[in-house]
């Protein structure tokens, strides 16, 4: 007969799963050989830089942006005079070995190459990562052809270019600064006033032609300075890519969690059910946040699609596969041009 008229037992299921980060920028240096580190003040960042040295001014650009990151990384490696072809990426494979948690690249050279930015674009892509990336010095006349040509070359949806005649203000450091800390998707990168950044002078014609290829600027209008579009090189918009990243995150996150939490998962309806759950609850806060577009009455515009347990191949349930769960939303956007027509009475 046991003496104990209460015992209780207390499974813990409160650990949490690593949650994808978002708001951490990385700035890739050639300065020299510095092991990556994360810095929350500029003062930090001095104590490892010169303020002569570009990873510096990057880091300079994204804290005095206002909102601003509370944390900023910096990898640095001293380049050869005469690269080899695919070094960066050879370097940024060898760093997410050990530091992944980032999600934004800016990559800190004045003097850049246009193979650079390609090789960055590719790199990006592959690994989920998303760039914001600017032009070597030059005229107006030479940064329009050699940005049109670069973004010919990409056609990216993870990399924004930010044509400025004045890439010594760290224009594509101080957009990251001031993007990464809202919620992905949440925002437009058009209309962005950037602390620090001056009027990029190009002419209408040259914008133009900066725009038909996918490519961003600064301009002021009505007297206000703001970033221009808001394009990805591929000629979308980045909130777009933002918003399609941060619901996969959250979606693989939450359905993780129910696999982890639980014994486990019967395979019948009810057990799909709990598996279909996480996307729902996903969605309807992409819904909240403002990147899934609302119907009249409120609700997302997004369905789930899951099959029921006796449409499932006997196969995929010996093997313990659920198959053929789908979704569609369709995502909010933004507004960026209106258009008005009215007549005027006596």
Do not use: C
């Not at 813990?12 to 994360?38: H, N, V, W």
């Not at 960042?45 to 570009?54: L, N």
């Amino acid at each position: 007969m046991s003496l104990i008229d209460v015992e209780i037992v207390i499974t813990d299921q409160t650990r949490p799963l690593t949650q994808k980060g978002f708001g951490l920028p990385l700035i890739l240096g050639t300065s020299t050989d510095q092991d990556y580190a994360e810095y929350t003040t500029i003062q930090a960042v001095a104590e490892d830089y010169d303020a002569t040295d570009d990873e510096y001014k990057a880091a300079q650009a994204i804290f005095r942006q206002s909102p601003h990151p509370q944390r900023v990384a910096i990898y640095s490696f001293e380049r050869d005079e005469t690269p080899e072809e695919g070094d960066l990426a050879t370097e940024l494979n060898k760093l997410v070995q050990l530091h992944n948690d980032w999600y934004w690249l800016v990559y800190a050279p004045r003097e850049q190459e246009a193979d650079d930015l390609v090789d960055l674009a590719d790199w990006v892509s592959s690994a989920g990562k998303f760039a914001v990336l600017t032009n070597e010095p030059g005229d107006a006349s030479s940064i329009v052809s050699q940005m049109t040509t670069v973004a010919g070359l990409m056609e990216a949806s993870r990399v924004v270019l930010f044509a400025h005649t004045h890439p010594d203000s760290f224009p594509d450091a101080a957009l990251v600064g001031r993007m990464a800390p809202i919620q992905p998707g949440g925002a437009t990168f058009k209309f962005k006033t950037l602390d620090g950044v001056p009027e990029a002078r190009f002419g209408t014609t040259q914008i133009l032609a900066l725009h038909d290829a996918g490519v961003n600027t600064y301009v002021r209008k009505f007297g206000v300075l703001q970033t221009s579009e808001g394009f990805v090189s591929d000629k979308t918009y980045a909130d777009i890519q933002l918003a399609k990243d941060w619901l996969k995150a959250r979606m693989e996150e939450r359905i993780s969690r129910v696999l982890f939490v639980n014994e486990k998962i019967p395979y019948d309806n009810i057990g799909i059910a709990q598996v279909i759950d996480p996307i729902r609850t996903t969605l309807k806060q992409g819904t909240g946040l403002g990147l899934i577009a609302r119907g009249d009455d409120g609700t997302g515009l997004f369905e789930v699609r899951a099959p029921r347990r006796e449409d499932i191949d006997p196969n995929d349930r010996a093997n313990r596969i659920l198959p053929d769960v789908n979704w569609d939303a369709i995502v909010a956007g933004a507004v960026h041009n209106v258009k008005v027509n009215g007549v005027v009475r006596v």
